[in-house]
């Protein structure tokens, strides 16, 4: 029998980078549409393969997998690669990629929420539900409302980043992030 660790250490580092980088879109939201392009870029591409590999994990043990979280995981990597081959780009990209990659992240993991209420229990279940409820409102209003989404989106992402941060902290600690 394997020894498993008492957290899920994937899930504990993404969300200790999430929280880190939407610290710093807090301290410099001027230059965080042109320096952290990058950085989005790569966080992207991880969270894209940390979606595809959700997949592959739930689908090895039950038969088949989310299918939108390997649409998502796509989707993630591919902006994250427009994002770190063209940061000038990027920038304005950044105002119609963030909130469809909001609300597809979003949809990804509401998508999980029966799977997620019997593996980690009633309170992630809760803390998912609404956490992801917010996300598929703050990415609809950058959608309906760009010029908003252009002078807000440093503050809107670093909000975001720092509750998924959150999210994937307390799923780290859960039932469901001690599964390996």
């Keep these: 029998m394997k020894n498993r660790s008492a957290i899920g250490w994937g899930e504990l580092l993404i969300g200790i980078i999430l929280i880190v980088l ?5 301290a410099r939201p001027s230059s ?5 392009v990058f950085v989005y870029g ?14 592959v994990k739930v689908e090895q043990h039950t038969g088949f997998g989310p299918a939108v979280s390997l649409v998502t995981g796509i989707l993630s990597i591919l902006a994250g690669i427009l994002l770190l081959f063209n940061p000038g780009a990027g920038k304005w990209a950044m105002v119609v990629l963030f909130p469809l990659w909001f609300i597809a992240h979003c949809i990804s993991r509401l998508t999980h929420l029966s799977l997620i209420r019997m593996t980690a229990g009633t309170g992630y279940y809760y803390f998912t539900l609404i956490v992801n409820i917010l996300g598929l409102l703050l990415g609809f209003i950058m959608i309906f409302n760009p010029l908003l989404s252009l002078f807000s989106v440093s503050y809107i992402i670093g909000c975001y980043l720092i509750i998924i941060g959150i999210d994937h902290m307390v799923l780290a600690a859960s039932k469901l992030g001690m599964r390996g």
């Design 42 to 55: 790569i966080l992207a591409v991880i969270t894209g393969i940390a979606d595809i590999a959700f997949y």
């Design 32 to 36: 965080a549409l042109t320096g952290v």
């Design 22 to 26: 939407g610290i710093f879109t807090f």
